[in-house]
């Protein structure tokens, strides 16, 4: 089916539109601005549902020559990341407003999640690697400020930039992944990397590019979805507000890199992509877990949790698609189904947090107790989204795990040895998850509430979007087979598997269905230890050398300390010495160049002899030499006049009346601006020391040594010069011609003046600006002259 | 003859706009950039060859060889635009002398 150009362009672009605009309707609308975005965001939403079922390509050139289009590419996989993205967004801007309504309000908010939900859509929609990028760059600058917005703190400073370095590099990394694709295929169009993947697969290895790409591009996934070890920006991203939190860094930001890498599997999946994935997947999914558990704020968890969970979903991406007994696409169908899954139910929790910290002030798990019988309804959704994280039995979270699960379990069995390590590490992670969920169900119960204050009703704005992410929940809880189908649509890159990929309530005892009970029951036997294994995992994790972090601020300490180092070396320093390094290098370079030619330096005849060019030469050097021992501002300025009007005589023995005339008059002018401002000037100063001078002086003959050499060398031959018969047979009219006239030929007869008004207009245009530019500023520097700071 | 006496002439050019520019008094450092920028200019001119006729056509007659034309534009722009710079560095350094109550270029760096 062809694919409607028109309504994908208005999905990529018309966030970024509304991001402008708000800033119009801002003092109209005021906070009422959300559910402008959130029209925005359904707007979306709505015209991606009416692309499902839909696949392909489709593009408009940009600019053709260069081979810039702007190209979309539709399949399941997008359409799934690109409808929790804009579908989150709605929920996202309904919430802020009642979120909001005690902070800060500004329009800047609004608008940056706008550019950073349309820059998501145009990661996921783009079929072309460099828009890819560009959009990937956006979603990194958005989510700067987004982190930022509480900007006067250092901490949410500090915390931007961290996220923005990291995820920067892994953009940089995933440019280069691109351009060496790029360089064996001669194509950034996805649609068509995508439509012969095996292919492209095999010319990256025959040139050795493949394991590069492989890795460069992991690492560009791992680092956006803060995989280890570039885990550490997602906690401290929590400093944003919580909205941002759970739009960015549940739902749609930390899933660019597993889209990323979802997008990139049927080219790249193989025994290395396999490998590299299920290794860091996990590390990443064991180890955030835990850190989840140690975590003493709400927010915190949430965010180890997060990266815990998109560690599984690389480990699904990583499974290989030879495995015996089981569907070539069951990996990448638990990874995507796991994306969905875990979206629906960490955005609501993240929600709910926000709940706790905006009407309650909760934060952290030492201030929360008995909350139930504070928010009876927000209890009742967290307890259920919290059962879903922790992949309890008929639970949306269940269905995806158990699919993991049994790729695991198959592989293990297919491999053996070795290999049986990863159900046991997931089997561990998974009761991890458990004991943080119990932690978070812990929050509502307790004997007593540890909150007097009493409660505001919660605004419908904040309730309405979490029953919504919960009923959504549910229903992937009933019926988990409608998006398995909705995903296995997005595999459609694979042949179709033999055994189809069936999941439902289990009816009898499987391995996987084992792995989920055996990992439900150790959770809870560690959760009534959680205490101890805080205790003990925190002393650990305490020590400096284990703390990534560290390593991250010393880092980057080193490099603000370099960079001070280097500018407290080069800046502070006098003018003078800038001068003499810059000079000095100038005329290195040709004093080098001169040395290494090994030419004959011939003094030839090609320039006609003038006696008069003799006179009028010798007359500049004397002037100059006087401009420089002129020991007052005066008569150093009267000499470089005379050297001027000299130059101008120059310029008239060389057949050249037009630029003797403009020196002419430009000198005049100079002489007459001079003479205002001297008197104004005080007197001259002298100078500062005869070693100075001598140290100059040495300096000046050396660059007068290489320029003579240099004018010796140019001048000694020239080439035919085609130019000057192109511009004396275009700059008049043709005679009895039919070309045509307007385009090719000046029409005038002095060539320079036809050069500079016709063929070179916009040169001296930009000549004109320069002027009219001087002549503003010297307005401003003499009109602003005794106002402010002046001493 | 006229090769040697125009080498010596724009080397000797920079060379004294290179002494120039590191003189003490901050007047005279710009007397310097004015003088690099008129050697520049001579040395385009130069590259021009002398050949040639002036570079005006008669009546529309292509004419058999004129001068290039094309440095003599690029010189003729920069002329002008050497008008613009020269005149704003001079009200820039009138600012420096309101501001700074000098313009020695060691007791500037200095202040601040």
New interface residues.
């Given amino acids: 089916m062809e694919l409607n150009f028109i309504s994908l362009a208005i999905i990529v672009f018309l966030p970024f539109l509304a991001a402008a605009i708000t800033f119009l309707i801002y003092p109209l609308l005021k906070e009422k601005t959300a559910y402008f975005s959130a029209l925005i965001a359904l707007t979306c939403a709505s015209l991606i549902l009416t692309l499902f079922g839909t696949t392909g390509s489709t593009s408009v050139p940009l600019l053709s020559s260069l081979d810039v289009h702007l190209r979309f590419y539709v399949d399941g996989l997008s359409l799934l990341v690109g409808l929790l993205a804009s579908g989150m967004g709605v929920l996202t801007f309904i919430y802020s407003l009642g979120y909001m309504k005690n902070q800060r309000h500004s329009p800047t908010y609004y608008a940056a999640l706008l550019v950073f939900m349309g820059s998501m859509l145009g990661i996921i929609f783009s079929a072309d690697l460099i828009f890819i990028f560009i959009f990937w760059e956006l979603t990194s600058l958005s989510s700067y400020f987004l982190i930022g917005y509480f900007n006067n703190e250092n901490s949410s400073k500090s915390a931007a930039k961290k996220a923005l370095i990291i995820t920067s590099i892994g953009g940089l990394l995933m440019l280069l992944g691109f351009l060496l694709i790029h360089s064996i295929t001669g194509t950034f169009d996805l649609s068509l990397l995508l439509s012969e993947p095996t292919s492209v697969q095999s010319s990256l290895r025959a040139h050795g590019l493949f394991l590069p790409t492989l890795v460069v591009i992991i690492l560009a996934g791992a680092s956006k979805s803060a995989q280890i070890p570039f885990h550490i920006w997602l906690p401290s991203a929590m400093v944003a507000p919580t909205p941002v939190s759970a739009f960015l860094h549940s739902a749609a930001m930390v899933k660019a890199g597993v889209y990323l890498l979802g997008r990139f599997h049927p080219i790249l999946s193989g025994d290395e992509w396999s490998l590299i994935l299920l290794t860091i997947g996990i590390i990443t999914m064991t180890l955030t877990a835990l850190f989840a558990v140690i975590s003493t704020s709400i927010k915190e968890l949430l965010a180890y949790s997060t990266a815990s969970h998109i560690g599984l979903m690389l480990m699904g991406f990583g499974i290989p698609i030879t495995l015996t007994g089981v569907s070539p696409s069951l990996g990448f169908v638990s990874g995507s189904f796991h994306l969905l899954t875990h979206a629906l139910f960490k955005a609501a929790l993240f929600l709910i947090a926000g709940v706790l910290a905006c009407q309650l002030g909760i934060k952290t798990f030492s201030d929360a107790k008995g909350l139930w019988v504070k928010i009876p309804l927000i209890a009742i959704f967290a307890v259920f989204a919290s059962l879903c994280m922790a992949g309890i039995p008929l639970t949306s979270g269940f269905y995806s795990k158990e699919l993991l699960f049994q790729g695991v379990y198959t592989l293990a069995n297919n491999y053996g040895g070795i290999w049986w390590i990863l159900p046991l590490l997931s089997i561990m992670a998974s009761s991890l998850a458990v004991v943080y969920s119990l932690r978070f169900i812990m929050m509502f119960f307790g004997s007593q509430p540890s909150h007097k204050k009493d409660v505001q009703p919660l605004p419908p704005s904040m309730v309405f979007p979490i029953s919504i992410l919960i009923l959504l929940s549910l229903i992937v809880a009933i019926s988990p087979s409608i998006a398995i189908d909705f995903i296995s649509h997005s595999s459609s890159s694979y042949p179709p598997g033999h055994l189809p990929i069936h999941i439902g309530i289990p009816d009898h005892v499987t391995p996987p269905l084992l792995m989920s009970l055996s990992s439900l029951v150790l959770g809870v036997a560690l959760y009534t230890k959680h205490k101890q294994i805080s205790k003990a995992t925190t002393s650990v994790l305490s020590s400096k050398h284990l703390s990534i972090d560290s390593i991250y601020s010393s880092i980057i300490l080193s490099l603000e300390n370099y960079g001070l180092a280097l500018i407290s070396k080069t800046e502070k320093t006098?003018?003078?010495t800038h001068?003499?390094w810059l000079?000095g290098t100038l005329g290195m370079l040709p004093a080098i160049t001169l040395l290494y030619l090994h030419q004959n330096i011939s003094?030839?005849s090609?320039?006609?002899?003038?006696p008069a060019?003799?006179i009028v030469?010798l007359i500049?050097?004397l002037g100059?030499?006087s401009?420089?021992r002129s020991n007052s501002?005066i008569m150093?300025?009267l000499f470089?006049s005379i050297?001027?009007f000299m130059?101008a005589v120059?310029?008239l023995l060389?057949?050249?009346?037009?630029?003797a005339l403009?020196?002419l008059a430009?000198e005049t002018?100079?002489l007459v601006?001079?003479l205002v401002?001297i008197g104004?000037?005080?007197a001259?100063?002298?100078?500062?020391s005869p070693i100075?001078v001598r140290l100059?002086?040495i300096?000046?003959?050396f660059?007068?040594?290489v320029?003579?050499?240099a004018?010796?060398i140019?001048?000694?031959s020239?080439a035919p010069?085609d130019?000057?018969a192109f511009?004396?047979?275009r700059?008049?009219?043709p005679?009895g011609s039919t070309e045509n006239i307007i385009f090719d030929y000046g029409g005038g007869?002095?060539?320079?003046n036809v050069?500079?008004v016709d063929f070179?207009a916009l040169?001296?245009l930009g000549?004109i600006s320069?002027?009219a530019?001087?002549?503003l500023?010297?307005l401003t520097?003499?009109h602003s002259?005794?106002q402010g700071g002046?001493? | 003859?006229?090769?040697?006496?125009?080498?010596?002439?724009?080397?000797?050019?920079?060379?004294?706009g290179?002494?120039?520019?590191?003189?003490?008094?901050l007047?005279?450092s710009i007397?310097g950039v004015?003088?690099f920028g008129?050697?520049a200019?001579?040395?385009l001119?130069?590259?021009?060859?002398?050949?040639?006729?002036?570079?005006?056509?008669?009546?529309?007659?292509?004419?058999v060889?004129?001068?290039?034309?094309?440095v003599?534009?690029l010189?003729?722009?920069a002329?002008?635009?050497?008008?613009?710079?020269?005149?704003?560095i001079?009200?820039?350094?009138?600012?420096v002398?309101?501001?700074?109550?000098?313009?020695?270029?060691?007791r500037l760096?200095g202040q601040s």
């Fill in positions: 006098s003018m003078r001068i003499i000079i003094i030839s090609s320039l006609p002899h003038q060019f003799l030469l500049i050097i100059t030499i401009v420089a501002h150093g300025v470089l050297v001027g130059i120059f310029y060389s057949n050249a009346p037009d630029v403009t020196q430009v002018l100079i601006i001079f401002i104004k000037l005080p001259y100063y002298g100078e500062a100075r100059d002086t300096l000046s003959i660059i007068g040594t320029v003579f050499f004018v010796i140019s001048t000694s020239f010069k130019i000057v511009f004396s047979n700059a008049s009219y005679i007869t002095n060539i320079v050069i500079l070179r040169d001296t000549e320069v002027v530019l001087a002549a500023s010297i520097l003499l002259r005794n002046v001493k | 003859m006229s090769q040697l006496f125009l080498a010596l002439t724009i080397g000797s050019l920079f060379s004294l290179t002494f120039l520019l590191l003189r003490r008094d007047l005279k007397l004015i003088i008129q050697a200019n001579v040395y001119i130069t590259m021009g060859g002398f050949s040639g006729t002036v570079p005006v056509l008669y009546g529309g007659e292509n004419l060889s004129t001068t290039d034309p094309l003599q534009a010189v003729l722009t002329i002008v635009i050497s008008l613009g710079t020269t005149s704003f001079l009200v820039l350094l009138l600012r002398y309101d501001e700074h109550g000098t313009l020695d270029i060691d760096w």
